[in-house]
C-alpha cells in the first residue's frame, strides 16, 4: 500500500499548477506549486492565494 495521493484534477495557470489531491482516507486538499516549491490547502481559495505568492517570487 503507498501513502502518495491521487491526483483527481490539475490546472496550469501562468507557469505554476494547482493540483486536487485525495488521499488514502479519501479526504480531498490541493497543492499548488510554482518555480519548485509546493504549498498545501484544504481548499481551492487558499492554493489560488499561495500559487499567486509562489509565482511573485
Known amino acids: 500500500?503507498?501513502?502518495d495521493p491521487k491526483v483527481?484534477?490539475?490546472?496550469?495557470?501562468?507557469?505554476?499548477?494547482i493540483e486536487q489531491l485525495e488521499n488514502a482516507e479519501g479526504q480531498l486538499y490541493y497543492r499548488a506549486c510554482a518555480h519548485g516549491y509546493c504549498r498545501y490547502a484544504e481548499d481551492l481559495w487558499c492554493a489560488e492565494?499561495?500559487?499567486s505568492q509562489l509565482l511573485a517570487r
Do not use: F, K, P
Open 1 to 3: 500500500m503507498t501513502d
Open 8 to 17: 483527481i484534477g490539475r490546472w496550469e495557470i501562468n507557469g505554476g499548477a
Open 49 to 51: 492565494l499561495y500559487l
